[in-house]
């Protein structure tokens, strides 16, 4: 079992930079351990954002944020930093894991039903 706690939403300004965490719990260092940032905003599909494949600790985005967004893990801890944020990057974000599949699953164009574990979310607001 793994148990997921996300912090660090709030309300910035465009331009502006977050960083998200998410607090692992429970059978976090196995090397087949997928670890992902999805984010869903109003009426929209929930998408990923970022994955980080512990085994290779290998990491991979969406094109959507490749170059404004890290992930990184440390410990049981995910953070998720988000650098020239948009407007459009306004959604509610999760953390997600998933244990198994290889690296080659690890990706952010994954469903979101390929992963088990989630957290409650946190919510960020980028205004223009």
């Known amino acids: 079992q793994v148990q997921l706690v996300e912090s660090g939403g709030s309300s910035v300004q465009a331009g502006g930079s977050l960083r998200l965490v998410c607090a692992a719990s429970?059978?976090?260092?196995?090397?087949?351990?997928?670890m992902a940032w999805f984010r869903q905003a109003p009426g929209k599909e929930r998408e990923g954002v970022a994955t980080?494949?512990?085994?290779?600790?290998d990491t991979a985005y969406a094109d959507s944020v490749e170059g404004r967004f890290t992930i990184s893990q440390v410990q049981n801890m995910v953070y998720l930093q988000m650098d020239n944020l948009r407007p459009e990057d306004t959604a509610m974000y999760y953390c997600?894991?998933?244990?198994?599949?290889?690296?080659?699953?690890?990706?952010?164009?994954?469903?979101?039903?390929?992963?088990?574990?989630w957290g409650q979310g946190t919510q960020v607001t980028v205004s223009s």
């Open positions: 997600a894991a998933r244990l198994g599949g290889g690296g080659s699953f690890c990706r952010p164009g994954r469903s979101h039903s390929d992963f088990i574990y």
């Open positions: 429970g059978d976090i260092y196995s090397s087949s351990m997928c």
């Open positions: 980080f494949y512990r085994g290779t600790e």
